[in-house]
């Protein structure tokens, strides 16, 4: 099974900063990749798909960048409501999912 | 709008069983691709079991191979899960997840329900 590895496992951020998530896969899966965040009791929402296009309603401070094994999300300008986990996940073959990252205040 | 509605979990004891049943509407189901996908309490999602549009091709995690059974009844807009056989270890959180792209097998998940919660332990 491909392995991703997503970095940091957490992190601390304001309002207003720039934040950026990185995943790693354990081999190449070309494009195959989707970012998802998740609140507590809730279910995940797809956010980026195909490494870099945004799901249709996700604001457009959210953007992925990336292909081969690095892969990239970022959050431009943080707003209250970004404070989540957020995983990633491949497509290139059965699917997996990253360990996730926990971006708090 | 699309909704997914799961339904069934519950507490049952190692060895048991269960059925999840999940609802759909808001989109033609007989096109899509559907999943199952876990979340076992502070982990992250882990895909259980796939079906194609027309149940003609399906696939498991190799841990669920031989215990859980996934179905669909197109005519009744429905997927459901069977699970044999259940384990400590499958105590999680089971959602019906979409696959986003009609037609092409394993891609990612643009819709998800709410989720069940199915706790096995004696």
């Known amino acids: 099974a491909i392995q991703l590895t997503q970095s940091p496992s957490s992190l601390s951020a304001s309002v207003g900063d720039r934040v950026t998530i990185t995943c790693r896969a354990s081999q190449g899966i070309s494009s195959a990749l989707a970012w998802y965040q998740q609140k507590p009791g809730k279910a995940p929402k797809l956010l980026i798909y195909?490494?870099?296009s945004l799901e249709s309603g996700v604001p457009s401070r959210f953007s992925g960048s990336g292909s081969g094994t690095d892969f990239t999300l970022t959050i431009s300008s943080l707003q209250p409501e970004d404070f989540a986990t957020y995983y990633c996940?491949?497509?290139?073959?059965?699917?997996?999912f990253g360990g996730g990252t926990k971006v708090q205040i | 709008e699309v909704q997914l509605v799961e339904s069934g979990g519950g507490l049952v004891q190692p060895g048991g069983s269960l059925r999840l049943s999940c609802a759909a509407s808001?989109?033609?189901?007989?096109?899509?691709?559907m999943n199952w996908v876990r979340q076992a309490p502070g982990k992250g999602p882990e895909w259980v079991s796939y079906?194609?549009?027309?149940?003609?091709?399906?696939y498991y995690l190799d841990s669920v191979k031989g215990r859980f059974t996934i179905s669909r009844d197109n005519a009744k807009n429905s997927l459901y899960l069977q699970m044999n056989s259940l384990r400590a270890e499958d105590t999680a959180v089971y959602y019906c997840a979409r696959d986003g792209t009609p037609g092409q097998a394993g891609t990612y998940f643009d819709s998800w329900g709410q989720g069940t919660l199915v706790t096995v332990s004696s």
């Open positions: 996940q491949q497509f290139n073959s059965y699917p997996t």
């Open positions: 808001g989109f033609t189901f007989r096109s899509y691709e």
């Open positions: 195909d490494a870099s």
């Open positions: 079906i194609s549009s027309s149940g003609s091709a399906i």
